[in-house]
């Protein structure tokens, strides 16, 4: 079984609230957005392995660390995904960016795939796929599979508010996929929208309602 990793540092649960809250507009919501996968990229990156290097200080020789390993893709779930992607690649500046298109068809509340652009060797990179919100779980566990058929096998799911039932069903599917939350609520509602959560992230990102 999969690792739920709760990301619940006071920076994160401070900022979250501000995202929570109806009140906070567009231009606030999409820089906390940002701010918050930034602060969870530090975390989800804990266990990149490290190789030493030589280096010269202005003092003298030392060995020193950089990271090594497989280089690392960023996988936004459009469109409300997008929002988090500048966060990353604010610590992870060399990430390539794929794009997976997915809408919740609102009478199946199912996934509907309408776009796929990733990079061509994102089966020898780490990838970790971003979207603010887990509900019930179908556009993340399309979204793993699609990139799972196109060669992926190291991937991980970042995401800011997560429904228990969004969990499980990733970690039915995909045992082998961590999942980094910063929130964990109570539940879905019956249009599956996460109890409290922070309502349409896609729509709060980008002012269409
Ligand atoms: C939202 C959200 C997730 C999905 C979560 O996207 O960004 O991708 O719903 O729900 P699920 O876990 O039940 O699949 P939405 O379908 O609203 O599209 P949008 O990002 O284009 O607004
Ligand atoms: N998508 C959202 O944007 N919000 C939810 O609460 C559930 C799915």
């Given at each position: 079984m999969s690792t739920v990793h709760l990301l619940d540092h006071p920076l994160i649960q401070h900022k979250l609230t501000y995202i929570r809250?109806?009140?906070?507009?567009s231009k606030d919501f999409r820089e906390l957005v940002e701010e918050v996968a930034m602060l969870m990229t530090y975390e989800v990156t804990r266990d990149f392995p490290l190789k030493e290097v030589e280096i010269e200080t202005p003092i003298q020789k030392t060995m020193t660390k950089v990271i090594s390993g497989k280089k690392v893709g960023v996988v936004p779930i459009l469109r409300a995904g997008l929002g988090m992607v500048n966060g990353v690649l604010k610590l992870i500046p060399a990430a390539k960016v794929g794009h997976v298109g997915l809408y919740r068809?609102?009478?199946?509340?199912l996934p509907v795939e309408y776009y796929c652009k990733l990079p061509a060797d994102i089966h020898e990179r780490e990838l970790i796929i971003i979207d603010p919100m887990l509900a019930t779980g179908g556009s993340a566990v399309a979204a793993i599979e699609f990139l799972k058929q196109r060669g992926a096998s190291n991937i991980k799911l970042m995401c800011l508010i997560a429904a228990p039932e969004g969990i499980k069903a990733v970690q039915e599917s995909h045992s082998d996929v961590d999942i980094y939350v910063a929130a964990i609520d109570e539940k879905l509602n019956d249009h599956a929208y996460?109890?409290?959560?922070?309502?349409?992230a896609g729509d709060r990102l980008f002012g269409t309602k």
């Open positions: 809250n109806k009140n906070t507009g068809d609102p009478e199946t509340l996460i109890v409290p959560g922070l309502g349409d």
